[in-house]
């Protein structure tokens, strides 16, 4: 299966593509699927090829649908997961006395938002502690949520900047216990962790196409909840999409959770979600999940034999994402000599999870991060290039 998964992707070709908590590279049937509808576009024009083609566009909601264990109704697509997390957050009349539950690893764009709606409109952000092992604590959730009682718990599945996996599961079962509405932050478990949306509990999940889906950029999805939009959950800046306006001073919702995307949209990015959704279902997401993290362990391993190079992932559970400080120098530093010599990798630095970052004593740090259609190989040479970069260096 290795050799179809590679002759699939062109660019193993060319480069060892360690960057697929980025973007990773996305396979042809992809590829394809957005091109030819782009092409259609040409020959048709935009408005008649979106008519021609509204089975597919139909079926991309069901393709998403399969890949989190939920019907199309309940699946919405955006510009990107940032998008969807916010369409979230807007169904929510914050105020003063209201507060947000999270974690110390959430997203740094997910954190800057619950710090914006405490600026502007006085909520408390309140973040429960980690295990001392890392992660999130449950039992502290579930002792924060009776003694607190906030109006939402939010929580990145997988943070931007470690492997930590978080126990979403767990942390859902409290949720759904205690009635209190939850949020998931599924950006970089899409497509390298299974899902399912019953185990999680969740009224909201959102995704991204680019990262471990394999998708393109510049859209992402919502899964909103059957109880979310029976009880007419709907953003605050809800468009001619997502509602019809029926009278002059009223609108009625559109009844599905298309009332959280906009009229405006790439169809051919929707199709090319829906296609890599079909991909990776093709696969086979456990199949994905145990060769990536097989990957990264031995990433990790091989890493830890560098000299000056410190591993930083923690946590019970550890994903395909590789941290580590590369032997005191700037990570962006390194990320881009890798790149000179035909390796992609990314560099998070502290702007990226300013908690996790400070404990860890790490202004930045270099992140590996394979999927299923990399090797040991293509491993041992971004760490053997990595050594030499530091050896040129003096580390």
Not at 210 to 215: A, C, P, Q, S
Not at 291 to 318: C, I, N, P
Not at 374 to 390: F, G, H, K
Request: charged content about 25%; aromatic content about 6%; proline content about 5%.
């Amino acid at each position: 299966m290795i050799d179809r998964w590679r002759q699939d992707t062109p660019g193993c070709s060319t480069r060892v593509h360690l960057n697929n908590a980025g973007a990773s590279l996305t396979p042809k049937p992809v590829h394809e699927a957005v091109i030819s509808h782009l092409r259609l576009e040409d020959e048709l024009g935009g408005y008649e090829a979106f008519e021609s083609r509204r089975s597919e566009i139909r079926d991309a909601y069901q393709d998403i649908g399969r890949l989190l264990g939920a019907e199309p109704r309940n699946i919405a697509f955006t510009q990107n997961s940032t998008t969807a997390f916010a369409q979230a957050l807007e169904t929510f009349d914050f105020g003063p006395g209201d507060a947000i539950l999270t974690s110390r690893s959430d997203y740094a764009s997910n954190q800057i938002m619950y710090l914006s709606l405490s600026r502007r409109r006085g909520v408390e952000v309140i973040r429960a502690p980690d295990l001392p092992e890392g992660g999130i604590d449950p039992e502290a959730v579930r002792s924060l949520l009776a003694r607190r009682r906030p109006t939402l718990l939010a929580l990145t599945w997988v943070p931007t900047n470690s492997g930590l996996v978080q126990p979403v599961e767990a942390v859902g079962e409290i949720c759904r216990a205690a009635a209190i509405p939850y949020l998931i932050d599924a950006c970089q478990a899409v497509g390298q962790i299974p899902i399912s949306v019953e185990r999680l509990h969740c009224d909201y999940l959102a995704g991204a196409a680019r990262k471990f889906l394999r998708g393109p950029r510049g859209i992402g999805f919502l899964y909103v909840s059957d109880r979310a939009i029976a009880a007419g959950a709907y953003p605050l800046l809800v468009d001619m999409h997502g509602a019809t306006w029926s009278d002059p001073d009223a609108f009625e919702l559109t009844p599905d959770a298309r009332r959280f995307e906009s009229w405006e949209m790439s169809h051919a990015l929707t199709l090319g979600v829906g296609a890599a959704a079909r991909y990776a279902l093709d696969v086979g997401i456990e199949t994905a999940r145990d060769r990536a993290r097989t990957l990264a362990r031995y990433a990790r391993e091989k890493l830890a034999e560098v000299r000056g190079v410190r591993v930083l992932d923690r946590g019970r559970e550890l994903c395909a994402i590789v941290t580590a400080q590369p032997g005191g120098r700037d990570g962006a530093e390194i990320k881009l000599a890798l790149r000179a010599r035909g390796i992609n990798t990314s560099s998070p630095d502290r702007s990226d999870a300013v908690i996790d970052m400070d404990a860890k004593g790490a202004a930045s740090a270099l992140r590996i991060s394979p999927h299923y259609y990399n090797t040991t190989e293509e491993i041992d040479t971004a760490v053997a290039t990595l050594a030499e970069i530091l050896a040129e260096s003096g580390v």
